[in-house]
Each structure stands twice: as C-alpha cells, then as structure tokens.
C-alpha cells in the first residue's frame, strides 16, 4: 500500500504550545499535501509540498519535506482552541491516478 | 471560493432501499471523487471520474454505483443498502494539476 502513516494518532496539547505531527510514505512522490478535518465536517487543504521542495510556511502551519528519509511534518507554531481537529497527510504519487491519505492525527488544545 | 455541496448531511435508511448521494461543483473541476472514512480506517476512495460520462473504480467498489452526466454532479449510487454502508461519505473536487482536493461537508449515512 502506498498509504501514508501519520504519528502520533494522537496528540493533546495546552493553548500556546506548538504541535508537531508527522507523515512517513514508502515510494517516491510528486507532492504531499495537509488536510485538516474539524470533527463531523469535511476535509480542509492546508498546504502542499512539491517533491524539489523542502519547507514551506502558510501563516502558523509550516511544512517540511525530506524525500531522502520519505518523510514531512507539519508543525502548528502557538496552537489555538479553534486548532483542535484531524490532520491528514496526503500523497501525490507517479503513477497513481489519486491521492493516498493516511489516517490522520487527532489533536486536541486544551484552553 | 470553490464550493462543494453534498446534498444531505444526515440519511437514515433501511436495508434494501436504494440510495442517491448527490454533489455538485461550482468551479468546473474536472476530476470528482467519492469517498468514505470509517474510524480507523480512514478516507477510502470507492469511485472518481476524470470526466462527462467517465467513471474509474478506487479501492472499494463493490456495492456502489456512480453517475456523472455533467461536469458539475456527481452521484454515487447506493443499489441496495447495507448496514455495513453505515459511514460518513466525502464527495470531492480537484482540477487535474496538483490534484489539491476540495471536499463537501459530508452525507453521514445510517442503514438500519
């Protein structure tokens, strides 16, 4: 499978801290990509990541990429309340027709 | 703002019934998919098309069925219910660079 994996499944934090979660994948890609999903809603794109790209910054989220280790992260800098949801990584792989998600890490940020 | 709609948010069925699941896009996006998230599990693609009229199958299949006559909607076809179909169905959109998805809020479906 080419499913991505997302550690940790979970992850609880207080507000201000930063959140980290990481996406690991098995063969080579064309771009990754974050979702978020507030609970019972659908998924939200956060950001992509194209393969010859190695951070990228959108407001509080900022994204890395290392294709050598197979691998991105998404770091959440001075996390709000209103952050707490599912994040999923997505991967953009040659020769695939379709996106491959991961199952998601579930944060939560305690007030 | 793309905007997709999924047309209802709640459906509660019964076994046997058949059942309609309907999406639209408002950004002439030529890629749809349909997809479901089940906990642990999470997002399993059963149906995408490319375009008018084109369907290909994703990873779960089996028991559903997919129309898409214009660009805009795309239907994904339940033949006959099952209590294992309970799940919360995802339509999405995407133009065919860089495939960024944008989805609906969701169809939580419950057969009974």
């Known amino acids: 499978s080419q499913q991505g994996e997302e550690d940790p499944q979970a992850l609880s934090i207080q507000e201000g801290e930063n959140a980290t979660m990481n996406c690991s994948y098995k063969?080579?890609?064309?771009?990754l990509q974050w979702y978020r999903q507030n609970s019972g809603r659908g998924l939200v794109h956060l950001i992509l990541?194209?393969?010859?790209?190695r951070e990228k910054h959108s407001g509080r989220l900022r994204v890395t990429l290392d294709t050598s280790k197979k691998s991105s992260s998404l770091l959440i800098t001075a996390s709000r309340a209103a952050d707490t949801a599912s994040y999923f990584c997505?991967?953009?792989?040659?020769?695939?027709?379709?996106?491959?998600f991961g199952k998601g890490t579930m944060l939560l940020v305690s007030p | 703002d793309v905007k997709v709609t999924q047309s209802s948010r709640y459906l509660v069925k019964r076994t046997g019934e058949k059942v309609f699941l309907e999406c639209v896009q408002d950004?002439?996006?030529?890629?749809m998919f349909w997809y479901r998230q089940d906990p642990g599990l999470g997002l399993r693609l059963i149906y995408f098309?490319?375009?008018?009229?084109?369907?290909e199958k994703g990873d779960i299949p089996e028991g559903y069925s997919v129309s898409r006559e214009k660009k805009e909607r795309f239907s994904l076809i339940l033949e006959s219910a099952s209590t294992n179909q309970t799940s919360m169905y995802l339509c999405?959109?995407?133009?065919?660079?860089?495939?960024?998805?944008?989805f609906g809020e969701g169809s939580r479906l419950t057969v009974l």
């Open positions: 950004m002439d996006h030529e890629n």
């Open positions: 999405a959109s995407s133009l065919t660079q860089d495939r960024e998805l944008f």
């Open positions: 098309s490319y375009d008018v009229k084109m369907k």
């Open positions: 063969t080579s890609i064309n771009n």
């Open positions: 997505a991967t953009d792989h040659s020769g695939y027709s379709t996106l491959t």
């Open positions: 990541i194209r393969s010859n790209e």
